[in-house]
């Protein structure tokens, strides 16, 4: 699995690393993939000025560990997850080529949880919170792709109230 993630972001890579555009800049949409918790796919919705929406789907789980204390049990794999966020942002350096941002939002995931009273058996879990993130966005210039870098917090109010796991990640979208 870790080799075809490896394979498959060389590739895309070299795909990016060979289409050319004018400037690199804030357009309507950008797609991409981030690898980190959750990971999945991105897509984010620039509107407004400094303000755009971003949008994850993927798996929850997988970065810190899939073996994790959990309610009266643990969860023991990878789940589903879809993640939010009301993003503002604003550029860090002159020529725009670096961005920050932070944002907030909420958070919906899915995971088997294994509770005590099932004696190893195992129920599907919905889990509902919220987050926040902050993050970098490197826009080479004349390029359509940027790379990112972020990290945040999701604080779960349905099933574990108050239940905290760190959300960060890295990744790659193409701006159109």
């Known amino acids: ?18 289409l050319n555009c004018a400037q690199a800049q804030y357009n309507n949409w950008a797609v991409g993939f981030r690898i980190g918790e959750p990971a999945g796919i991105n897509v984010r919705k620039y509107f407004g ?10 798996t929850f789980g997988g970065l810190y560990g899939t073996n994790r204390s959990y309610r009266s049990g ?8 879809v993640q939010g966020h009301y993003i503002h942002y604003a550029p860090i350096t002159k020529s725009e080529s670096i961005r920050g941002y932070y944002g907030y939002g909420g958070q919906i995931n899915t995971r088997r949880y294994y509770p ?6 195992y129920e599907n879990a919905l889990s509902l919170g919220v987050s926040g993130i902050g993050g970098v966005e490197f826009f080479p ?23 905290l796991n760190l959300n960060s990640g890295l990744g790659l979208r193409y701006n159109f």
């Open 1 to 18: 699995m870790r080799n075809l993630v490896f394979l498959t972001t060389v590739l895309v890579l070299s795909l990016f690393g060979t």
């Open 49 to 58: 000025e400094k303000k755009a929406f971003d949008l994850n789907v993927g």
């Open 74 to 81: 643990q969860y023991r794999s990878v789940g589903f997850s």
């Open 116 to 121: 005590v009273r099932l004696n190893g058996e």
């Open 141 to 163: 210039p004349n390029k359509p792709y940027s790379f990112f870098l972020e990290t945040g917090v999701y604080v779960e109010l349905l099933q574990a109230p108050f239940f």
